[in-house]
């Protein structure tokens, strides 16, 4: 059973282009959470997904930043027109969802860099 | 701001000697994790532990919590230079998403 599968491990993008960040959760996992590492600080949460619902994005920057969790296929956050702040490392975490506590299984990351 | 704050910042030990790391957090929490993370990879979990339990242990691991002071520590007992890594401890901040603190980098020399 893989584990949570993060692509690409590493983007650099220039300041103003796109970038796509891709998490495959854990086979029967229903739930991803996003969260983003800036150097040296801890993660901090942007998003939490079920399929085809957003669940909480209180985390998330209100411009440039969106995410998605389609019924077939990866997660994907998307930012827009990205700007040297957005450099950090970008983790999902997933886990199968239902009632009690349910452990978080995180993905290698992603790490952007935005030149 | 973030939940929790975790000291210290920094540490350093000899391999077979004892680590103690420190998270304080701010509001009622239903649990409390500890997370490991090496450089340049993803978070490994490490151990829970609920709000009625005072301390629990995993092999090498020690945590307690507090929840009268909301802290809890971390001690990793006859510590290895595999253990180098960071630490971060994490609460619930409700929906299951967590709400981690800025780590405690342990260095850990043979």
């Known amino acids: 059973n893989a584990g949570v599968m993060q692509n690409p491990r590493h983007l650099v993008r220039r300041r103003g282009q796109e970038a796509r960040l891709r998490c495959s959760p854990m086979?029967?996992?229903?739930?991803v959470y996003w969260y983003r590492q800036l150097p040296e600080e801890g993660l901090k949460f942007m998003v939490y997904?079920?399929?085809?619902?957003?669940?909480?994005e209180s985390g998330m920057p209100k411009e440039r930043f969106s995410a998605e969790f389609p019924k077939e296929g990866p997660s994907i956050l998307r930012i827009q027109q990205v700007v040297r702040g957005d450099s950090a490392a970008y983790f999902c975490?997933?886990?199968?969802?239902?009632?009690?506590?349910?452990?978080?299984?995180f993905g290698p990351g992603t790490r952007l860099t935005v030149l | 701001s973030q939940q929790g704050e975790e000291d210290p910042q920094a540490l350093s030990i000899q391999e077979g000697e004892n680590a103690t790391m420190n998270c304080s957090y701010k509001?009622?929490?239903?649990?409390l994790q500890w997370y490991r993370q090496n450089s340049g990879r993803g978070l490994v979990h490490l151990i829970l532990?609920?709000?009625?339990?005072r301390e629990k242990h995993s092999g090498r691991l020690r945590v307690t919590l507090d929840t009268s002071k909301k802290s809890s520590s971390l001690l990793i007992t006859a510590s290895r230079a595999a253990d180098t890594a960071s630490y971060f401890c994490?609460?619930?901040?409700?929906?299951?998403?967590?709400?981690f603190g800025t780590g405690t980098r342990l260095q850990v020399f043979p």
């Open positions: 994490a609460t619930d901040g409700g929906r299951d998403k967590l709400i």
């Open positions: 532990i609920r709000s009625n339990e």
């Open positions: 509001t009622s929490i239903n649990n």
């Open positions: 975490a997933s886990f199968p969802g239902g009632a009690g506590y349910n452990e978080q299984f």
């Open positions: 086979k029967g996992h229903s739930h």
């Open positions: 997904l079920q399929k085809e619902n957003i669940i909480d």
